[in-house]
């Protein structure tokens, strides 16, 4: 596991001598419960970004469940698989969705992540890490509760959205994954999303229930990004395998992403790292590889 770790680590120093135009900030969209449209929401608020002006890379890592490219009706050729077989590169397996949309697709390689040797595990973080600075955001849709898998994207990353419903199951199996993964790692930063909120009242009410106890029980501050209604026009969309935002873009759904967009800019910081935080996430994985 040390030379495994040693590969990684210079493999990450490197990078330092060549910065990158931009750094490119990765997130982790998770949920403790399936089903609360955690797929739906990585995929609609990526093509807001991207309508935005920002450069979003979507990576399906949702291992058993993987459907951003069913979202969008496409077939994907490639997966991840392939780029962990060393059949294909990185920029081989990034396929092109709606709006130029750049998406990496699940497939059944994440299951393969953890039995890697370290030559592949070296190969596929050097792959990995050709991503930074080539776009300004790459983010994660894993899957539902706390596989190994996510639990590691979820604390390499830089930042986790929470994606709940006011449901009283879906809130709190998302409190358990926040108290989970913060007992693992004080540092990992959440914001909380609300979908299918009937209004904002609701949505208000759900997203002060989880932040009231995570401070109370975890001295937590969790933000809430923002809510999104509950919307037949989402379902629709999904039907046709058209991205919401796309198919309707003045429906209530996507009317409420794009304010929870415009608000996202609006809180980014410029990240502390010079050399992105592509070079942070790889960091991160190695300590957890090491453990
Ligand atoms: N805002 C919403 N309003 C109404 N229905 C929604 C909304 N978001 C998701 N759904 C429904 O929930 C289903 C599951 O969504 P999906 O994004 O696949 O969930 P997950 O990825 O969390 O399993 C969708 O197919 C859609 O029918
Ligand atoms: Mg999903």
């Not at 989880?210 to 999104?228: C, E, H, N, R, W």
Request: hydrophobic share 40%; glycine share 6%; aromatic share 8%.
């Amino acid at each position: 596991m040390n030379d495994q770790a040693q590969g990684l680590r210079d493999l990450v120093s490197n990078q330092q001598s060549q910065p990158p135009s931009k750094a490119t900030r990765i997130i982790t969209v998770t949920s403790g419960k399936g089903g609360v449209g955690k797929s739906n929401f990585t995929l609609n608020f990526a093509l807001t970004l991207q309508k935005k002006g920002y450069k979003v890379l979507v990576f399906d890592a949702d291992i058993g469940l993987a459907n951003i490219d069913v979202l969008m009706g496409i077939t994907a050729k490639y997966n991840l698989y392939h780029l962990l077989k060393k059949e294909k590169t990185i920029w081989e397996i990034v396929q092109t969705g709606y709006n130029e949309l750049k998406f990496i697709a699940g497939g059944s390689g994440f299951q393969d992540l953890i039995r890697l040797t370290e030559e592949q595990l070296d190969d596929f973080a050097e792959q990995v890490s050709q991503l930074n600075g080539s776009v300004d955001f790459i983010i994660f849709d894993t899957g539902a509760g706390l596989s190994k898998e996510t639990l590691k994207f979820i604390l390499a990353a830089e930042e986790t959205i929470v994606v709940t419903t006011p449901e009283p199951t879906s809130i709190t199996d998302a409190y358990a994954i926040i108290k989970m993964v913060s007992s693992m790692d004080k540092q990992v930063r959440f914001r909380l999303v609300v979908n299918r909120a009937t209004d904002w009242k609701e949505g208000k009410q759900t997203a002060d229930k989880i932040s009231m106890v995570a401070k109370q029980f975890l001295q937590l501050d969790i933000p809430t990004l923002g809510y999104v209604a509950d919307d037949g026009s989402v379902s629709k969309a999904v039907k046709k395998q058209v991205p919401f935002t796309i198919e309707y873009p003045s429906c209530a759904a996507s009317q409420a992403i794009d304010k929870l967009t415009d608000d996202f800019i609006a809180r980014q910081t410029p990240t502390d790292n010079e050399a992105g935080a592509v070079k942070g996430f790889l960091s991160r994985m190695i300590k957890l590889l090491k453990q």
